[in-house]
């Protein structure tokens, strides 16, 4: 099957919510690699990498967030999957 990377940056009421936690989880649970993270004007950004149907399930997903968060846009860049990630982490900026 394909892989994939995507790139997000997700606007709206994403901070304080547990987006990144969920995030890492759900990321976990479809066997994503890659990060999450606040960024400091409010948004959150993530790098999703794996399989092609996990990936663009992961992106559905961040469409809705968690159920306290209120998703506005999800900015999206593909990339060359690098296979640099063995794991999904919280980052920080």
């Known amino acids: 099957m394909k892989r994939l990377r995507a790139h997000v940056i997700i606007d709206g009421r994403v901070q304080g919510v547990c987006f990144r936690m969920d995030t890492r989880q759900e990321a976990i649970r479809r066997g994503l690699s890659g990060w999450v993270r606040n960024l400091r004007d409010g948004t959150v ?8 149907n996990d990936v663009k399930g992961m992106l559905k997903w961040c469409e809705r967030g968690p159920s306290l968060a209120r998703v506005s846009n999800v900015s999206l860049i593909w990339e060359a999957p690098t296979g640099e990630f063995d794991s999904f982490k919280v980052t920080y900026a």
């Open 45 to 52: 950004e993530a790098v999703f990498e794996g399989e092609e």
